[in-house]
């Protein structure tokens, strides 16, 4: 089975700074699919990047990146630029490409993100 | 257009009643997911529709759980005698795409519905 460790239950970095999130996961899987999503007090889950394994160049959205190294399945975002609207709740998360009955996500347990002024 | 949304935004239940939680996806989206949220946690995967067919109910954690999505549209997640472990927040996705292809489909997810157990 498929499992998301997120080791860092809060993180805190000061508005323009950059911080970074970390994300490991275990799977026999060569294929697959990982996500960040961001969840504000709002509780409305919201997809901030995405990373095709099979793909070996580093997603970046904006100001998000990761930095993917599949061999030691770790995938960690980077946010630049640190803004107020930053602060959230990030989850990693994974999905198989292929089989299975199910497209389902699978989460980590998230970083609280909290942004300084 | 409009997105996910999910009735009620809060439910309070005294213990034993029982509950019906709604999602309405994305207009034309085949896929429909739900999730349990528990306080702290990541969400976990319940169960999953690819128009009207429950694919995957592997997560459903007891029989008291049960859902619908009787016209490949609006799902119902229902929950018979409510014990105070059912709280949470529910969580429903819906995506465009069904299953096969290998397709990133992406899941947009409603506000949830946090249930309360007294």
């Known amino acids: 089975a498929q499992t998301v460790t997120q080791s860092q239950p809060e993180m805190s970095v000061q508005e323009a700074e950059t911080v970074t999130l970390s994300c490991t996961y275990d799977t026999s899987e060569s294929d697959y699919y990982l996500f960040w999503y961001k969840q504000p007090p709002s509780r409305q889950m919201i997809l901030v990047i995405r990373q095709e394994a099979y793909k070996q160049q580093n997603a970046t959205e904006n100001r998000f990146s990761v930095n993917f190294q599949k061999a030691a399945k770790s995938f960690s975002l980077k946010i630049s630029d640190s803004q107020l609207g930053d602060a959230a709740m990030y989850f990693c998360?994974?999905?198989?490409?292929?089989?299975?009955?199910?497209?389902?996500?699978?989460f980590g347990t998230g970083t609280l993100l909290a942004v300084q002024p | 257009g409009a997105g996910v949304s999910q009735s009620p935004r809060y439910k309070v239940a005294k213990r034993g009643q029982d509950v019906a939680l709604r999602c309405d996806p994305i207009?034309?989206?085949?896929?429909l997911f739900w999730y349990q949220q528990a306080l702290g946690q990541g969400p976990e995967f319940l169960t999953y529709f690819q128009n009207e067919a429950q694919l995957d109910k592997s997560g459903l954690p007891s029989d008291r759980f049960f859902a619908e999505r009787p016209e490949g549209s609006v799902s119902t997640l229902k929950i018979q005698r409510t014990q105070q472990e059912d709280s949470a927040v529910y969580l429903c996705?819906?995506?465009?795409?069904?299953?096969?292809?290998?397709?990133?489909?992406?899941?947009?997810f409603g506000p949830g519905t946090r249930l309360t157990v007294t």
């Open positions: 996705a819906s995506s465009l795409g069904g299953l096969g292809g290998g397709l990133a489909y992406e899941q947009y």
């Open positions: 207009s034309g989206h085949v896929s």
């Open positions: 998360a994974y999905r198989n490409r292929y089989g299975g009955a199910t497209n389902k996500l699978i």
